[in-house]
C-alpha cells in the first residue's frame, strides 16, 4: 500500500498534451507514408450509431424496451446485445441481415427519388458491386450522386473529411491506407465523388475494397479494409469474390472470434497498417478492446526496439486521435492518459465541423492558423497542494520496462 502525507507535493507523470488548432502544424511530412481510420462517428447524425441501431432493432422486432445504458453499466458490450436481440427474435442471418441493411441504408434512401438511389446504389458499391438498375450510365449517375451529395449527407464529419482528403489528391498528399469499422461505405461514396469531379469526371479509380481475405488489391490502387466487414445493400447485386456477410463483426459471437483470432486478415491489415504509417483516426472509438490491444503491442514493440538502438528520446507517439474536446478539463486529462498508452496523441476541436480544418494543417494541405493568444486554460486546483510536472510518456513507459 502507498502512504504519503496530504502535505507532500505529489508528482504526477502526464501523457503528452493534447493539441488544438491554433497549435496544430504540419506533423505528417513530405513523403511519409500516413493512413486514415475512420468509425461510425463520421457518418453521425445521419445514420444510427451502436446505441440508435440497437434501438431501431428492439423497436421494429418489438423486444421488451430496455434503458440501453443500464445494461452497458453492468458490463454487458453493445455487440452482446445485438447478439441477443437477434437470438431473442428467432430470426435466421439472413432476415437478420436484411433488417439491418433496412435501418442503415433507410435514413438515405427515404430522402431519394428511384434514380437517386440507383446513383446512390453505384456511388455507394462502386468497384464491388452492380447497381440493380440500368437506365443511367456510370457517368451520370455519379453527376447525379454529385447533385444530391451535400443535401444528404452535408451535416456528416464524412462530408467534411472527404472533401479536404480529396483536396490533398490535387496536391499529391494521399494516404497509403484506409481503415473503417463502419458498416457502410458512405466516406469512400463521397470520396470517390469529389475526386470524379476534381478529375474532370473521369471514373473514380483509386481504391480498392478489401472485405475478406480474397479481395485483390491492386499495386497502384489504395486499399480501403473493411475491418468490422459491411452491410449487404439489399438494391445491389454483388460481384463475385465480394460476398462477406459472415464477416459482419456486429454481434458478441463474432467479436470474440475476431479477439482470439491474432491472425485474421483484420489483425494483420490493421497492425500492419499502423507499423507503417503515421495513423489520424477520426469517428472511432479507441475503448474497443481488439483496437486498444492492435495498438498497445505496437506502441510497447516499438518503445522497445527503440530503447534497444539508444533511441529513448525519439518521440514514440505517432499517431492522432481527432476528438471533441470535453467541457471538463480533468476530463481531457485522463482522455489524454488512456490513449498515450497506445501511442496516440489527441488533437482537440470545438465541434465535429473543424475536422476538415484540422486535417488540412496536419497533413500540409491548408496553412496552419495563427496562435490567439494561449489557448491552453491547464490550471489544476491548488488548494490539492499537487504539482503537475508534464513528462513525455515515452520516459516513463522505457524506465518501466527495463
Not at 463520421?42 to 450509431?49: A, E, F, G, H, Q
Not at 475478406?212 to 449487404?232: F, L, M, Q, T, V
Not at 467479436?255 to 507499423?275: D, M, R
Request: charged share 25%.
Amino acid at each position: 500500500m502507498f502512504l504519503c502525507s496530504c502535505k507532500k507535493q505529489i508528482q504526477i507523470i502526464m501523457a503528452k498534451e493534447g493539441l488544438t488548432i491554433p497549435e496544430l502544424f504540419r506533423f505528417i511530412r513530405k513523403g511519409e507514408q500516413w493512413a486514415l481510420c475512420i468509425g461510425a462517428g463520421t457518418s453521425k447524425p445521419l445514420l444510427p450509431d451502436w446505441y440508435g441501431l440497437i434501438g431501431d432493432l428492439i423497436k421494429k422486432l418489438e423486444l421488451p424496451n430496455i434503458t440501453i445504458e443500464d445494461f452497458v453499466k453492468d458490463g454487458f458490450s453493445l455487440d452482446a446485445i445485438i447478439q441477443a436481440i437477434k437470438e431473442m427474435s428467432n430470426i435466421d442471418d439472413k432476415d437478420f441481415l436484411e433488417l439491418l441493411s433496412d435501418i442503415i441504408y433507410s435514413p438515405i434512401k427515404n430522402q431519394l427519388n428511384k434514380e437517386e438511389q440507383v446513383a446512390f446504389n453505384t456511388a455507394h458499391d462502386w468497384t464491388i458491386g452492380h447497381a440493380s438498375t440500368n437506365t443511367k450510365n456510370r457517368s451520370e449517375r455519379w453527376e447525379l450522386f454529385c447533385q444530391f451529395r451535400e443535401r444528404v449527407f452535408g451535416k456528416t464529419t464524412a462530408f467534411n473529411l472527404a472533401k479536404i482528403i480529396a483536396e490533398g489528391f490535387e496536391k499529391g498528399i494521399t494516404p497509403s491506407t484506409i481503415l473503417t469499422f463502419n458498416g457502410e461505405a458512405c466516406f469512400l461514396a463521397l470520396l470517390n465523388s469529389f475526386l470524379f469531379e476534381n478529375k474532370n469526371k473521369a471514373l473514380p479509380d483509386y481504391f480498392d475494397r478489401v472485405i475478406n481475405s480474397i479481395s485483390d488489391n491492386k499495386n497502384e490502387r489504395i486499399p480501403c479494409y473493411h475491418c468490422h466487414g459491411i452491410i449487404p445493400n439489399k438494391d445491389v447485386r454483388y460481384k463475385n469474390g465480394y460476398k462477406a456477410d459472415e464477416k459482419l463483426v456486429f454481434s458478441e459471437d463474432s467479436y470474440l472470434q475476431l479477439a482470439n483470432n491474432n491472425f485474421s486478415w483484420q489483425s494483420s491489415s490493421f497492425i500492419n497498417t499502423c507499423l507503417h504509417n503515421k495513423v489520424i483516426f477520426v469517428g472511432v472509438s479507441l475503448t474497443d478492446s481488439n483496437m486498444r490491444r492492435w495498438l498497445s503491442w505496437i506502441h510497447y514493440t516499438k518503445l522497445r526496439e527503440k530503447e534497444m538502438n539508444e533511441m529513448p528520446d525519439k518521440d514514440s507517439t505517432e499517431h492522432y486521435w481527432i476528438k471533441v474536446k470535453p467541457s471538463n478539463f480533468d476530463y481531457q486529462i485522463w482522455y489524454e492518459n488512456l490513449v498515450s498508452l497506445l501511442g496516440v496523441r489527441i488533437i482537440w476541436i470545438d465541434n465535429w465541423t473543424e475536422v476538415a480544418t484540422a486535417i488540412g494543417i496536419i497533413l500540409g494541405i491548408t496553412s496552419p492558423q495563427k496562435h490567439k493568444g494561449n489557448s491552453k486554460t491547464k490550471k489544476y486546483n491548488t488548494k490539492k497542494n499537487i504539482s503537475l510536472h508534464t513528462k513525455r510518456s515515452t520516459k516513463k513507459t522505457s524506465k518501466n520496462m527495463k
